[in-house]
């Protein structure tokens, strides 16, 4: 049995999320550091940053160090006819941070569910993705849209990728005056740039979006997927963290790879996302795949915003001993204050490089304050 008291932050998170996905039947997952640059190249519209490390093998291969799990995944893994395969991974992936705009090595963790991607499979990845936000923190927020109803409504009218895009743009940005604009510049119908203009506002609380999707919910296509919606949203009805679930869509992904559900969760106290997910056919298709996918990423770096320690010094007691201490007894008296909960440095002379909270004396019996 692993002590967790002796965990850092990352690496309890780490603990308690893989016992969480076991426990779900997914499969650990491991990977090299690095893949060849052209998976990344082909895909950069799917990364979170388009900053790749790149380096050239011994072979004159391009190499990069890897900037995302999920691609490395499905090009090394293969499709399992009527089979859903289950994998989970812990994985350093090495991006540019968002705060210091330098290379860093981010710790990542996450799932992924490869194959049937039916009703119950996407159910589970939400709620797994609930847990584990639940998992890191109690004052969490999870918020699901659906692509196909922005692919459905753009549909409508074929304006063109270009348009697609600068639309997306503006729905995730809650952004009605410029997206009004855009469909001005693009000559789209008043009945699309109205039902567009609707859209937007469209976010918050499960029951009340879905009786808003109603009015404009008319065609086959978004008739299907609001009765999704209205599913899952049954479906955490019945769950302890209803309350900790929205919906919300001005959270869209690139088209090119997304489809269906998409998701991401938030940790008071840290001010970006913690996890994103959502539904990748395309991207599979993409990549020559016939299997569907569904999968989250959880960014354990940023839990440094919620375990940054107040204390101003490394350990609690610093304890100094001499030449004719001896070792058993000082180990005992050691031990004893370990075993309370102190951290310990035990030093011949007092330490110029630690900052201690207390400083303390062996006298060869008991340990006593320092004089």
Do not use: W
């Not at 006819?81 to 992936?93: L, S």
């Not at 709620?127 to 196909?148: C, D, F, Q, W």
């Not at 753009?154 to 600068?166: C, P, T, W, Y």
């Not at 009015?215 to 900790?244: G, H, M, N």
């Amino acid at each position: 049995m692993i002590d967790e008291s002796i965990l850092k932050a990352e690496e309890k998170a780490v603990y308690n999320l893989r016992s969480l996905y076991a426990r779900y039947g997914y499969q650990p997952y491991k990977m090299s550091k690095f893949e060849e640059y052209d998976l990344y190249a082909r895909n950069k519209d799917f990364l979170v940053s388009d900053g790749i490390i790149s380096f050239t093998d011994t072979n004159g291969k391009l190499m990069a160090l890897k900037p995302d799990v999920t691609l490395s995944i499905l090009k090394n893994s293969k499709d399992v006819p009527h089979c859903t395969q289950r994998v989970y991974y812990n994985e350093n992936v090495y991006r540019i941070s968002g705060d210091t705009h330098q290379f860093k090595e981010i710790m990542q963790t996450g799932l992924e569910c490869i194959g049937i991607i039916d009703f119950f499979n996407t159910t589970e990845v939400l709620k797994l993705a609930a847990r584990s936000l639940e998992t890191l923190s109690p004052n969490y927020v999870l918020e699901i849209s659906h692509m196909g109803i922005l692919n459905a409504l753009l549909e409508e009218e074929d304006a063109g990728d270009r348009f697609n895009e600068e639309i997306t743009s503006c729905l995730d940005e809650k952004n009605p005056h410029e997206l009004s604009r855009i469909c001005r510049k693009y000559q789209v119908s008043d009945t699309l740039r109205e039902k567009l203009l609707e859209f937007v506002h469209i976010y918050g609380e499960r029951h009340q979006v879905l009786r808003d999707l109603d009015a404009f919910c008319d065609t086959v296509p978004l008739i299907a997927a609001k009765e999704e919606l209205q599913r899952i949203s049954d479906v955490f009805d019945e769950t302890p963290y209803s309350d900790k679930v929205r919906f919300d869509f001005s959270l869209v992904n690139d088209m090119k790879y997304y489809n269906g559900i998409v998701f991401q969760g938030f940790i008071a106290g840290i001010p970006e996302v913690v996890l994103t997910g959502g539904q990748y056919d395309r991207l599979l298709s993409r990549m020559g795949r016939k299997s569907s996918g569904l999968g989250f990423a959880i960014y354990l770096d940023l839990l440094d915003y919620l375990h940054q320690d107040p204390r101003d010094y490394d350990v609690d007691v610093v304890v100094l001993y001499n030449d004719d201490t001896q070792r058993e007894a000082l180990e005992k008296a050691v031990e004893g204050l370990r075993s309370e909960g102190e951290t310990v440095s035990v030093q011949r002379e007092i330490p110029g490089h630690l900052n201690f909270r207390k400083l303390m004396n062996f006298n060869g019996e008991e340990i006593v304050p320092y004089e």
